[in-house]
């Protein structure tokens, strides 16, 4: 069924509704129905979601490549059969020679300790401090700090990255 517009009326354009609502000035004012909201600025995780990356900084102000894995150490080395993407040397005493694995995958961060002397200690964006165990991949958020041996590295935004370290 082809609906047709009344003689003198265009076939197209905003319905009846529209029209009558753009004619009235008072369509726009609040009436007792509207209600004003505060819009808080976006927290980090909503921010790690609108970027869709995390940045990691070592404190001497190195990046660990995004999309990777990285082994960080004295003197780092891969399994036999183990793929990672880069090797980190962290010239630190208290780090041992493979200390730990970082993975880094779009908005998320990913840490393991690898049965290291020292350990690996997560701090969380909260300051609540945890110990890692040996072998457990955990996840990093935003704003944590990982600390091993007497070095730290920082999961940031992008934008907090230049900030860093």
Same mark, same amino acid.
């Given at each position: 069924?082809?609906?047709?517009?009344?003689?003198?009326?265009?076939?197209?354009?905003?319905?009846?509704?529209?029209?009558?609502?753009?004619? #009235?000035?008072?369509?726009?004012? /609040?009436? =007792?129905? *509207?209600? @004003?909201?505060?819009? $808080? !600025?976006?927290?980090?995780?909503?921010?790690?979601?609108?970027?869709?990356?995390?940045?990691?900084?070592? #404190?001497?102000?190195?990046?660990? /490549?995004? =999309?990777? *894995?990285? @082994?960080?150490?004295? $003197? !780092?080395?891969?399994?036999?059969?183990?793929?990672?993407?880069?090797?980190?040397?962290?010239?630190?005493?208290?780090?041992?020679?493979?200390?730990?694995?970082?993975?880094?995958?779009?908005?998320?961060?990913?840490?393991?300790?690898?049965?290291?002397?020292?350990?690996?200690?997560?701090?969380?964006?909260?300051?609540?401090?945890?110990?890692?165990?040996?072998?457990?991949?955990?996840?990093?958020?935003?704003?944590?700090?990982?600390?091993?041996?007497?070095?730290?590295?920082?999961?940031?935004?992008?934008?907090?990255?230049?900030?860093?370290?």
């Amino acid at each position: 069924r082809v609906r047709t517009a009344p003689a003198g009326q265009a076939a197209y354009g905003p319905p009846p509704q529209a029209q009558a609502a753009a004619a #009235d000035p008072s369509w726009d004012e /609040p009436d =007792e129905h *509207t209600r @004003l909201v505060q819009v $808080a !600025p976006p927290d980090d995780a909503m921010r790690v979601q609108l970027l869709g990356r995390v940045v990691v900084v070592l #404190d001497d102000g190195r990046h660990l /490549p995004g =999309e990777a *894995t990285t @082994l960080l150490g004295r $003197a !780092p080395e891969a399994r036999p059969g183990e793929h990672v993407d880069a090797l980190l040397t962290v010239p630190d005493p208290a780090v041992s020679k493979t200390h730990l694995g970082m993975r880094v995958a779009g908005a998320f961060a990913w840490i393991t300790d690898r049965a290291s002397t020292n350990g690996t200690t997560l701090v969380g964006p909260d300051g609540r401090e945890r110990k890692l165990e040996a072998w457990v991949e955990t996840t990093v958020t935003v704003g944590s700090e990982v600390r091993f041996g007497g070095s730290t590295l920082r999961v940031l935004l992008p934008e907090d990255s230049s900030q860093g370290a």
